[in-house]
């Protein structure tokens, strides 16, 4: 669903003391080809202005976020390591906590972003999953941190959320991206890449289906969102396949403080 502060909100089954939203483009204060809720400073856009996106952002968190520098790795930012590292933004492209209000972060432009949450809410992840990370692992190694802060998670007690990202019907890859899959012998290639008759040697790759099989292969069985398409939803969401020079909205979730 989409509110009046211009964000949506996961359509998942979990915990009232998980709060999660995605931020769109809309209602910010970037100019062209940023415009409007640009929250990306490493995207060409004005840093003053970003930052001031952010401070619009922030006022609908109960803390600043902890920034990631996405590098389309596989490194998951824990507590831990945080507390080892100092302040941020902390090279990773993953993060997961088990402290009320601090706020995960992901930003994308086409790239998917999955939000996870444990049954009792008391443990949380944020992944950027590019077919880079996907294929990488990045969403095993965010289920694996989460249970180690919860002694006795299983993953069935684990809720997923895919958030917006380049459609099935956008996607075009190459023969490396099929083969960064295959060579993991992962079963549902044949359905998440169909080849383009046209175009010998390239394929339409459905990432939605990829990071699907990977979860329910790690026993995660509450898999929800997944419906989106930056590319084709302009209004709403910013792509790089589609623009190339743009900015980058913000996947946030976190724990509230019981009352």
Known sequence: MINALNKIEPSWAVS??????????QGGLSKAPFNSL???????????VVLQNRKILRSALPSEPLWLKQVHGATVSTPTSRNALGNGPYEAD??????????????????????????????IGAAHAG???????????TIDEM??????????????WMGPAIGSSAFEVGEDVLQAFSQQGQGIL???FIPIIETPGKYLADLY??????????????????????????ERFFSYRRDKVTGRFASVIWISERA
Request: aromatic content about 4%; proline content about 3%; some cysteine.
């Open 94 to 123: 993953a993060s997961v906590t088990n402290i009320p209000n601090e706020v995960l972060a992901i930003l994308t432009a086409d790239c998917m972003p999955v939000l996870f949450a444990s049954r009792s809410g008391d443990v």
């Open 16 to 25: 009232q003391q998980i709060q999660a939203f995605c931020s769109t483009r």
């Open 131 to 141: 077919w880079r990370g996907l294929s990488s692992g990045i969403l095993e190694k």
């Open 147 to 160: 249970i180690v802060l919860s002694p006795g998670l299983t993953r069935s007690d684990i809720s997923a």
């Open 190 to 192: 044949s359905k998440a």
């Open 38 to 48: 640009n929250l990306g400073l490493n995207a060409g856009d004005d840093s003053v």
């Open 209 to 234: 289906l990829l990071a699907r099989d990977r979860l329910l292969l790690m026993g995660i069985e509450q898999i929800d969102g997944g419906e989106f398409c930056t590319v084709h939803d302009s």
